[in-house]
T-cell receptor
């Protein structure tokens, strides 16, 4: 049973560019959440997708957008990259998305913005 | 969002000894969950243990136990019989809705 998979594992971009990160949830899970983890800090919630809709959003600008597909996989898009967007981006999946269930995390995408 | 405080940036523990990681939370919700995750250098967040706000018994999962003191809004993690593989970053997190994480505690297990 495959867990949460993310691609790519590493990415290098320059300021002003756009990036798309991808996530496939654990089999049977219908909810995908995205987190940004800066070096030495805890993960910060970006947004959560359920039934192809953004259900919750953290304190991130509109440059951060996402999408969930009918097969529950998800994409995170970041436009007009800033140096401060350099971080580990973690995708997590769960079933139901009530907030009280265990999240399963992928290994993340390490984004470096130069 | 809930606020999670982990006051220990780093800890050293001798192999086979127990270690306690502190976590306090601040929430106005009546129903919430408390989680601990482990993050090794590979980056993946690994679920360790969960405590619901209405659970009367402290949660245990193998060598992990959660010392839940609701009135003090405290949810400390105890790792018993530490192993070298326990060296990692440990995060406390709370719900409901999205998970809010603390800043983490780095644990280094010495042989």
């Amino acid at each position: 049973d495959a867990g949460v998979t993310q691609s790519p594992t590493h990415l290098i971009k320059t300021r002003g560019q756009q990036v798309t990160l991808r996530c496939s949830p654990k089999s049977g899970h219908d909810t995908v959440s995205w987190y940004q983890q800066a070096l030495g800090q805890g993960p910060q919630f970006i947004f959560q997708y359920y039934e192809e809709e953004e259900r919750q959003r953290g304190n991130f600008p509109d440059r951060f957008s996402g999408h969930q597909f009918p097969n529950y996989s998800s994409e995170l898009n970041v436009n007009a990259l800033l140096l401060g967007d350099s971080a580990l981006y973690l995708c997590a999946s769960s079933l139901g998305g009530t907030g009280m269930e265990k999240l399963f995390f992928g290994s993340g995408t390490q984004l470096s913005v130069l | 969002a809930q606020k999670i405080t982990q006051t220990q940036p780093g800890m050293f523990v001798q192999e086979k000894e127990a270690v306690t990681l502190d976590c306090t939370y601040d929430t106005s919700d009546q129903s919430y969950g408390l989680f601990w995750y482990k993050q090794p250098s590979s980056g993946e967040m690994i679920f360790l243990i969960y405590q619901g706000s209405y659970d009367e018994q402290n949660a245990t999962e193998g060598r992990y136990s959660l010392n839940f003191q609701k009135a003090r809004k405290s949810a400390n993690l105890v790792i018993s019989a530490s192993q070298l593989g326990d060296s990692a970053m440990y995060f406390c997190a709370s719900s409901p809705r999205e998970l809010s994480f603390g800043a983490g505690t780095t644990v280094t297990v010495r042989a």
